[in-house]
Each structure stands twice: as structure tokens, then as C-alpha cells.
């Protein structure tokens, strides 16, 4: 099943035509239950606990009111509600405000002296238009210290839900450990600092008809994308069956980068793999003397999937063999020193767009160079940056980050796996070597790139759950983990298709 992400304007728009034909007021009343509903699970058995709600002056407040109004039922709740000087509020704000009053919610202007048992960040969602500063930027900064779980409202407060940028500059935004967010998921929660300020996301629907979404911004990316090229493999099946990928680059100095690359090719199912060395690298590696040394310089560029860039360097001699891989055929994933290299060569931007057959994976300054602007510009709006890419440059671009963001034509899709423990040296060469992997089995471009960036993500997820990492994680250890994630992967996919 698909999992799609709706920008700020899309929502509107579908809320718009799902109110015109509902009483008013039934989509915040289903949005206060559901809400209510989730705090309850969050708090779990029992009354009587301390819940804060924060309440701004639109409709993500009143939201926030009628979960005080379900809430006090059973629990001490205290109220702070940020009327605003703006505008009256809506219908169905009013009438909520008019619930919250009649309920035993306590309101006040000052936060209680003791920590609560949860707080409800219902200040500002969609309607965020600028940063948080006075009173609102004041209560975030104390429940951000706080320890106890956070239920961000549609999103949290001071987040753009498009970009998953915090509205700044010098912005401040909750730290939610979860967020509800409503009629559709939205990109912001899942990329960019998304991910470390919403917290678990969970997705309330409204009772809203399929029919009236319009197709998504993007996508979220999880195995249901790719699931199509997961095969079991045949009793008959020999190394040839599943391609050969080399990866170019080891500038004197460098060994080590294509050499994490190539395990995680070869870990992750490569038939025969190639470290093809720009500078006379070493004979062969004693760790993994399954990969195949070579000298770039005399290395058949057709006979393999290449992978252009890990350690690579920037001589003449990186130069030239990056011009000849672009002379041949294959398939090619280009990253790090060739991402460098290309951003500084017009001639070879060229070549790249006119033969196509590329992944890109750019990390946001690589993306900032070779788009000519700067890391805070890519990073404002990673899925544009992501789209402007893979357009430019006729390919798909994967741009790295918390919520890896994946564009080709007009598809894009944000990753869910993956956590600081990547944070690392070598973690991006050993992606591009899973990618150049399943390039080499088969895989078209755009599902490489996913199932490459989501496994990279799910290995490190794996080492984190078993206790290694996030803190002191190595690049050299995710092949290994990636090997069991597809292994798993295949196994359930495979099933599911017999
Ligand atoms: N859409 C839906 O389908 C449904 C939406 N629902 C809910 O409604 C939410 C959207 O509601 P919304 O449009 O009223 O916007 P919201 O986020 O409450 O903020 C607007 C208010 O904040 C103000 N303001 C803005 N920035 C500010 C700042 N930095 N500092 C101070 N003030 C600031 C702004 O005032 P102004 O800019 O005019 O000064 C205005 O008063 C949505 O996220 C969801 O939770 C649900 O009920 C279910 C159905
Ligand atoms: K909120």
C-alpha cells in the first residue's frame, strides 16, 4: 500500500471540498476525538493524570480545546489558550472553546510548577505564517525541556509541514514524541528536521473519501514501492545471473571508501564485484578477498555496473576515468568526488545529461554545488532541490539526509528508515554500493535507488535495535545488517507472491 504526502495547499483543498458537504464543524470534531482518543492510549490505564494543553488562536486550537473537553472527563487538565489579536475565531473554534469552558479543564496563563504526565502541543499547525516569538515561543522552550511525552496536533508547532524546515530564521518549534497529524501525511513530518521534532507520526483521515485526494506531492517511501523486484533465488542461479558492479575511485590514500563500497555490493547479492582504483591501490583486500582489485585506468568500463566517485579525488587521472565510464553503457551511481568533479565541469554535466542511466547521491553540500547555490537554500526545501536535481541532470537524485529525499520526472519520495547512527564516515559509500548492487540484479534506476536508500536506512535501524549504535555505528559494519534486511525483505515479498 502506498503512503502518500500531501502538501499544505492539497490539504486545504481537500478539506474545502469535504466541509462543503459535512455540517460544520464535523471535521475538528472528528479530529478532537481521534486526538483524545490517541492522548488516552499515550497516558494508557488509569485517571487523574496531569495533562497541559497548549491552545493557539485557529483551528489547530480549537483541535487542541476539544481534546481538553474529552480529556477532562478523567484526567486534570490545564488549559493555556493563546487567544491572538487577529481575526474572531471560526465556527467550529468557538464551539470548542465553548466545550473546553464548560468541561472541568482548568484555564490559566501560567504553566503549572510540576512537570505534567503529557503535553498537547495544539498552538499552531497548517496556518503557521511566521516564527514563534512572545508567549508562544516561551511555553515551547519549557516543554521542549520537559521529559514527558509530547502529542504534537496535525504537526508541530513552529514546523513547516512542507519542507520540515523549523519557520525561522533563529525559528523554535515543539519536540513532539508524537504527532496525529490530519486528512493526510505531509512531507515536513518525515524530512529535513522533521523526523527529529515530530516524533512517531500516526494519521487520522477524517472519514474523507479517496475520491476527493487529489494524487499526492510525494511519496513515502517504504518496501510496497519496490516490493516488485524482490525475488527469491533460483536453484538455478549462478554468479552471472546477478551482475557485476565495480567501484571506481581509491585516490592514493583512499582505499578504504571504494572498498566499503564494493562489500556492500557484494553483501547485498552482486554477482562478482570490481574495486577499480584511480591510483595503483592494493592487490587485493584480505578482509574480502571475494572483490576483484583492479586499475581503473585499464578497466573495461562496459562490463559492469559502475559506481563513480568513493575516494575518488580530483586528478586528472579521476577525470579521465570519469569521462570513460561516461562513454560507456552501464548503468552508473555517481557520488562524492564525481559529484564534485561534475559540479566544477560544465563539459561534464553535459555528457551526464545527455547519457542519462544515473543515480545521483548528493549529500546536501554536494546537491548545494552542483545546483550553484548554498546548503541553507537546498535544505529549505529538500524535495524542490531533490526534483531540481534529478531534472537538470536527466537522473534519479537521491539527496541524502535525515529523511532521504528521492526524485525522478515528477515521482518523489521521502525515505522512512534510518537514524544518527549514519552520521558516520563511509556510510554513503557503502549506500551507493547497495545501489550499484541492485542496479547490477536487475533493478530499474528509480527502485535502486529506493530499495537501495531504504535498506542502507533499515540496516542501520537493525544495528541501532540491537545495541549498536547509534553512538560509535561504522559504515563497515551496515554491509552485514543490509544482507539480513534483504534476505527478510525477499522472504516476506516473495511469500506474499506465491
Ligand atoms: N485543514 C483541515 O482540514 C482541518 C484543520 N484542522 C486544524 O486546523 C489547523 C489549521 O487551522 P488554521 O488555518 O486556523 O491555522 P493554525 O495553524 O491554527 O494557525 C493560524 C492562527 O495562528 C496565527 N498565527 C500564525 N502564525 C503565527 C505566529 N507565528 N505567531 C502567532 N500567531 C500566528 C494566525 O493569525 P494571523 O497570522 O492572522 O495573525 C491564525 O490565528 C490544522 O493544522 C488542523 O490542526 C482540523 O480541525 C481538522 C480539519
Ligand atoms: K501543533
Known sequence: MQHPLFSVAQIRGIERTAAAGLEPGILMDRAGRAAADHAADLLGPGTGRAVLVLAGPGNNGGDALEVAAHLAAREQVTVIHLRGDGAQPSFETARAI??????????????????????????????????????????????????????????????????????????????????????????????????????????????????????????????????????????????????????????HGMTGAPMLGARAALFTGAGRVFAAFVDPGPAYDSTQPEVMCRLAGGFDFGTATLVLGPGMGHSPDAVRDLLRAFESASPLVIDADALNLIANSPDLQQRLTQRGNAILTPHPLEAARLLGMTVPIVQADRLAAAHELAARFNAVAVLKGSGTVIAHGDQVAVNSTGNPGLATAGTGDVLAGICGSLLAQG????????????????????????????????????????????????????????
Open 98 to 251: 465553548e466545550r473546553a469552558g464548560a468541561s472541568s479543564a482548568t484555564f490559566t496563563d501560567a504553566l503549572p510548577s510540576a512537570e505534567p504526565d503529557l503535553v498537547i502541543d495544539g498552538l499552531f499547525g497548517i496556518g503557521l505564517t511566521r516564527p514563534l516569538e512572545g508567549r508562544g515561543r516561551e511555553l515551547v522552550d519549557t516543554i521542549n525541556e520537559y521529559g514527558c511525552p509530547v502529542l504534537a496536533l496535525d504537526l508541530p508547532s513552529g514546523l513547516d509541514a512542507d519542507t520540515g524546515a523549523v519557520v525561522g530564521p533563529d525559528g523554535i518549534a515543539v519536540r513532539a514524541s508524537h504527532t496525529i497529524t490530519f486528512i493526510g501525511d505531509k512531507p515536513g513530518l518525515h524530512t529535513n528536521e522533521g523526523r527529529e521534532y515530530a516524533g512517531q507520526v500516526a494519521v487520522v483521515g477524517l472519514d474523507i473519501s479517496q475520491d476527493q485526494f487529489p494524487p499526492a506531492t510525494a511519496l513515502l517511501s517504504t518496501p510496497d514501492l519496490f516490493a516488485h523486484c524482490l525475488r527469491a533465488r533460483g536453484q538455478n542461479a549462478n554468479k552471472g545471473t546477478f551482475g557485476n558492479v565495480a567501484i571506481v575511485g581509491g585516490a
Open 443 to 498: 533493478w530499474p534506476l528509480w527502485e535502486a535507488a529506493l530499495g537501495g536508500v531504504w535498506l542502507h536506512g533499515a540496516a542501520a535501524d537493525r544495528l541501532v535495535r540491537r545495541g549498536i549504535g547509534p553512538i560509535g555505528l561504522t559504515a563497515g559494519e551496515l554491509p552485514l545488517a543490509a544482507r539480513a534486511v534483504l534476505n527478510e525483505l525477499v522472504r516476506r515479498y516473495a511469500r506474499r507472491r506465491s
